[in-house]
């Protein structure tokens, strides 16, 4: 059983920046690839960025340039820096992992960006 709590979500207006966390633990886990996806009201999740353990990294069209995914492989933590960010980017934010063939999800973080 693998635990994710996301943190980080908030009120913010365009333009403006939000820093997510996600923090993994359970018995015998060992951090795997992990990502960040987003659901929007009436819209299915999508995959907004994930990273490999070794670090590499992949981005929705979407948000590369202003998104940033980064992780701390000691403390199995995975971030997801928001850059300029729009009203389009309102959403709930999901962290996934996959341990060792089970999918785990964090029960999600609302980001709103409004004026």
């Known amino acids: 059983q693998v635990q994710l709590v996301e943190s980080g979500g908030g009120l913010v207006q365009p333009g403006g920046s939000l820093r997510l966390s996600c923090a993994a633990s359970?018995?015998?886990?060992?951090?795997?690839?992990m990502g960040w996806y987003r659901q929007a009201p009436g819209k299915q999740r999508e995959l907004v960025a994930d990273i490999t353990t070794g670090g590499t990294t992949n981005y929705a069209d979407s948000v590369k340039g202003r998104f940033t995914i980064s992780r701390n492989n000691a403390e199995n933590t995975v971030y997801l820096q928001m850059n300029s960010l729009k009203p389009d980017d309102t959403a709930i934010y999901y962290c996934?992992?996959?341990?060792?063939?089970?999918?785990?999800w964090g029960q999600g973080t609302q980001v709103t960006v409004s004026s």
């Open positions: 359970g018995r015998n886990f060992s951090i795997n690839r």
């Open positions: 996934n992992t996959v341990f060792p063939i089970t999918s785990y």
